[in-house]
């Protein structure tokens, strides 16, 4: 009897494993294997209770989508943080982040409390210029911005429902980015593919302004060329990731050297680009023509 009670409770684990389990289950021997990395960090959260997420739903008077119900439904929250041993120091470097549900709140509800300013007073403007027209405006009557993850200051990721405006009945859910300066980046139309890019990106700082028309800063964009050069080079449309994918057979591994790491444009490279096929003249090529000159302007 105990062995077929482990057995049906065996079966009813993989019953409930969702996809997201897998792809962090797949992450973190990936990240496991990278040069330099230390004190790979998984917090395992318990599940969300069904009446803790209808109460959720009951509150914001909105219906959470079905991938994102399956994710609290295995996990009530997920933080997966990484480090690297940079000059001999350990240094945090990596961070993957989705808010429990007692921290899937609301940032543009229009009941202010305490007075304080809120998102929707910075966002709605009476600026007609072509720069704000071209940003996109949730109208709080007509939208739902949850925070997913505060991206340690740097932005937000928000889970954002807004009602069509042809039909009342119809509302879509989207994630969107929101940056430091209060502009709207759309990111994927479901929080599955938005959890798949992040492990894709293995939750380098900032990686969302990969995907936006602001871009990498140039130090977030060195740690891409360290530990994602492929999904930079994807991200910035410079290369097919089926083509690359196909044609190396062996999976990248990048030597971490902290003195090429953060080299700037200025600076030159102690041995010539491999790509470049110009070379300097030799010694003796230059000292040969240097002779026959001086020897023609003495006769």
Not at 163 to 180: M, P
């Amino acid at each position: 009897m105990e062995s077929s009670h482990k057995k049906d409770q065996a079966s009813t684990d993989e019953a409930f494993t969702s996809p997201h389990q897998v792809l962090i289950s797949n992450i973190i021997q990936k990240i496991e294997s990278l040069p330099g990395i230390v004190n790979v960090s998984y917090m395992d959260y318990q599940s969300a209770d069904q009446n803790d997420i209808q109460a959720w739903e009951r509150k914001y008077n909105c219906s959470m989508p079905e991938d994102l119900r399956s994710f609290y439904a295995t996990s009530n929250g997920f933080l997966l943080t990484w480090s690297i041993l940079f000059d001999g120091q350990k240094q945090s470097l990596g961070r993957m982040e989705i808010n429990s549900l007692n921290n899937l709140k609301r940032i543009n509800d229009t009941r202010n409390v305490n007075g304080s300013i809120t998102l929707d007073d910075l966002t709605c403007s009476d600026d007609e210029s072509q720069y704000s027209a071209s940003l996109p405006q949730f109208d709080p009557s007509q939208s739902w911005i949850f925070e997913l993850d505060n991206c340690n200051g740097y932005g937000k990721v928000c889970l954002v429902y807004t009602v069509d405006t042809g039909s009342k009945n119809q509302t879509s859910r989207e994630i969107w980015f929101l940056d430091r300066s209060l502009g709207w980046h759309h990111l994927t139309d479901s929080f599955t593919k938005y959890f798949r890019l992040m492990i894709m990106h293995l939750g380098l700082p900032q990686w969302q302004y990969a995907l936006t028309s602001i871009g990498l800063s140039p130090t977030a964009k060195q740690w891409f060329h360290m530990y994602a050069p492929i999904r930079l080079a994807v991200d910035t449309g410079k290369v097919d990731v089926n083509k690359v994918m196909i044609q190396s057979d062996e999976p990248i591994r990048n030597k971490l050297d902290s003195k090429r790491l953060f080299t700037t444009k200025n600076e030159k490279p102690d041995k010539n680009i491999a790509g470049d096929r110009r070379k300097p003249p030799s010694a003796k090529r230059s000292n040969s023509n240097l002779n026959r000159s001086m020897q023609s302007k003495a006769k």
